[in-house]
């Protein structure tokens, strides 16, 4: 067998929809046996029977990226996806003992090959990926917010409530636990309010606009990035297919070709013939 038939039907396998959801059912039962052993209550027999079963689904994750690395060879490496599944699978071939054994509790970090094995947690995951200069903006504006109503709070009410504005850093996780809405009005407002009268303007506008209108900007940069994922999406398929088409007219001219070029051999030979039986 030639190395591109090999590879071929090495590609085939991997990509078949089979295979995807072998190592789907694989990765949940690790997930599974994983969230099992976590419990204490299990005897130490229970324990050696999970760490076995849990060595024979890192053996298959091995063998799928050896098959896949196969196949693709150095396509393997372009694929970031690839090269995350290739990192949480080397670091579960670690030896978790003595300095090292700090890295037993990343195995965990194989459930999120979920995320690299379903095709729609992937697009999420890109698109949260390119979402994240428009996030980085939105979190540097609610940094200018939070660092204003700190200085703001600790010079009003810090002398007052030093417990709750004793300084900016005490200002500022106050301000965030307003706007999470953890004790707003028992907590914080309302004794605020007692020495303060009317500053519980302040803190409504301040919720209004870091719990509300931030936390709309952020679901308006993910769903135009889940918007701009599909749109590119879309186009790709639409030049795949584009791609399909012309291979197919290439194909179709090449067809018509060799039919014109035997037709043409056929008028020869019928010609030919012809000639023959006239000279007989």
Not at 62 to 67: A, G, M, S
Not at 81 to 95: A, H, R
Not at 164 to 180: A, P
Not at 219 to 248: K, N, T
Request: hydrophobic share 50%; net charge negative; aromatic share 10%.
């Amino acid at each position: 067998m030639s190395d591109r038939k090999f590879r071929d039907r090495l590609k085939a396998i991997v990509e078949s929809t089979w295979f995807t959801r072998f190592v789907m059912a694989a990765v949940l039962a690790n997930a599974a046996i994983l969230g099992i052993d976590a419990h204490r209550f299990l005897s130490p027999e229970i324990h050696a029977i999970l760490e076995k079963c849990d060595t024979v689904f890192v053996w298959i994750f091995v063998i799928e990226l050896v098959l896949k690395g196969l196949a693709w060879r150095g396509e393997f490496f372009k694929s970031s996806w690839n090269l995350f599944d290739l990192t949480v699978v080397v670091i579960s071939l670690v030896p978790a003992a003595g300095p090292l054994s700090v890295l037993r509790v990343l195995r965990v970090l194989r459930t999120l090959r979920l995320v690299s094995v379903i095709p729609s947690l992937r697009r999420v995951v890109e698109a949260l990926l390119r979402a994240i200069p428009g996030i980085a903006s939105i979190l540097a504006i609610l940094a200018v917010f939070f660092y204003v109503g700190g200085v703001l709070t600790t010079t009003l009410f810090g002398e007052d409530h030093p417990e709750l504005f004793g300084d900016l850093g005490e200002s500022i996780i106050t301000l965030f636990q307003l706007m999470l809405f953890d004790g707003w009005a028992g907590e914080v407002v309302r004794p605020v309010e007692a020495t303060h009268p009317g500053s519980t303007i302040f803190f409504i506008a301040f919720t209004i606009i870091t719990g509300f209108a931030v936390l709309n900007l952020f679901i308006a940069v993910m769903v135009d990035a889940l918007r701009a994922e599909h749109d590119r999406l879309e186009e790709g398929d639409i030049d795949r297919l584009e791609e399909s088409q012309e291979q197919a007219a290439r194909e179709i001219d090449e067809v018509e070709t060799a039919v014109s070029r035997l037709e043409g051999k056929i008028d020869r030979l019928t010609a030919e013939l012809e000639r023959r039986r006239g000279m007989e």
